[in-house]
């Protein structure tokens, strides 16, 4: 494989002209993350994100009660410290995990200036740092363990290896579905694709018993919490839940100026809980299906269109800049195309039962952009160095996926608790 001698960080190999380049993107790119983390910090409410570890399993077996037990690691006083530690948890194991798939891009298939390009590409996608820093929700671990999973697969030697690191997924993937439920069906396509991918040359055998050992446990954890879950216990939820003020700006109908100089309205956390999230959890998956039908076809359907958008974004972006056709993966994915749809179709429960339809299509993108990114920068092309007309691309919809991060959206069809 061609190694052009550019590294992370960047030595010799290229002009020094091109060494500024990507030098000023490297700078522009972290001050730009540290503006995220700063507004992520101190503009962005930190409520609804609290709302995921406040119901443990005291009420008996209800789904997302692993979430509240790990309050319970904080001693009482320090309930709500341990509310906002938490909350920034999935973020932390994200962004790192994130960092690993960049440093992998970069120097795991041999030095290029196109694997560099990648390598940067990563932050600014939908998926990147907007989406770790404002969509800190516990799924978002189940984000994170993917990228290492697809890392560990895209570098795996050996059979064994490649059963023993899906062997590894699917035990993890038990917790993480008791954090959040959805968790193993909104992955079930990135596994499979990075299996289909990774695993090419490996025995017919090896890739059902892998795929058989990352999807199996979490899919029945699953089951076992929608048909063991307990619902109704909306009154005992809520007496278990402390009485606290919590700062909440939206609910006091700021004006653009007063968030701009900084604006507070504090609510009793007990009573918001209670009114806005405890209702949900009396809810079976029929009642979360009507109430999805409930939001319509035109907050649907526009959720989907920026959906498609963002995921066309995000593939045609790697394209673009590792030189790889987006129709060399689908070749390579059409070698158990029946497999891959069935990934996408695990999805569809989520669909049904969730509103996020935009968000629910930015971690397709993640599922299927993951495999990609890795599949191509494994490629010859990505060797090859970048053209003239490759560089001003980059450099312009780096930009503008930074100024416009859409993959925060979670969807049009939402109900925003007050």
């Keep these: 494989m061609v190694d052009s001698g550019i590294s992370c960080p960047l030595t010799g190999g290229v002009s020094a002209r091109r060494r500024r380049y990507y030098w000023t993107l490297t700078a522009l790119t972290v001050v730009w993350a540290l503006v995220l983390l700063a507004i992520g910090l101190s503009v962005i409410p930190d409520l609804y994100f609290f709302s995921y570890y406040s119901v443990d399993y005291s009420a008996g077996f209800i789904r997302r009660g692993l979430a509240g037990e790990l309050v319970g690691v904080f001693p009482d006083e320090y309930y709500f410290t341990g ?65 290492i999973f697809v890392i560990l697969l895209a570098t795996a030697r050996g059979e064994k290896s490649v059963v023993n690191v899906s062997a590894g997924y699917g035990v993890l993937s038990v917790p993480l579905t008791l954090l959040h439920e959805a968790v193993p ?44 879950g307990r619902r109704g216990p909306g009154a005992q939820l809520c007496q278990l839940i402390p009485s606290g003020q919590v ?11 007063e968030m701009l100089r900084g604006f507070h309205y504090y609510v009793d ?47 045609l972006a790697i394209s673009h800049v590792s030189g790889v056709p987006m129709t060399a993966l689908r070749t390579a994915l059409d070698r158990r195309r029946w497999w891959v749809l069935a990934g996408l ?29 890795l599949y191509a920068a494994a490629r010859p092309e990505s060797a090859t160095p970048p053209t003239r007309r490759t560089l001003i691309v980059f450099a ?4 503008l996926l930074a100024l416009f991060p859409l993959g925060v959206v979670p969807g049009f069809a939402g109900v925003f608790p007050e």
């Design 269 to 315: 956390y007990q009573d918001w809980m209670c009114r806005n999230i405890i209702p949900y959890y009396e809810q079976g998956a029929g009642d979360a299906a009507r109430f999805v039908a409930s939001r319509g076809p035109v907050l649907l359907g526009t959720s989907v269109l920026l959906g498609v958008l963002i995921l066309a974004v995000t593939m």
């Design 247 to 257: 700062d909440h700006p939206l609910a006091g109908k700021p004006t653009p100026g």
């Design 83 to 147: 509310l906002r530690v938490l909350r920034w948890v999935p973020s932390l194991l994200y962004v790192l995990a994130l960092t690993a798939l960049s440093w992998t891009l970069c120097t795991g298939f041999g030095r290029s200036e196109r694997r560099f390009l990648l390598a940067l590409l990563v932050p600014v996608l939908p998926f990147g740092t907007a989406f770790a820093l404002f969509s800190a929700r516990p799924d978002l671990i189940g984000s994170a363990a993917l990228v």
């Design 345 to 373: 179709a695990l999805m569809v429960p989520v669909f049904v039962t969730g509103v996020d339809w935009t968000r629910w299509f930015v971690i397709i993108s993640l599922d299927l952009g993951i495999v990609y990114l």
């Design 185 to 228: 069906f909104l992955y079930a396509a990135g596994v499979i694709a990075a299996i289909v991918v990774f695993s090419a040359g490996r025995s017919a055998s090896v890739q059902r018993l892998s795929a058989a050992l990352a999807l199996g446990p979490g899919i029945v954890t699953a089951a076992a919490v929608a048909l063991l």
């Design 396 to 399: 312009v919809g780096a930009t």
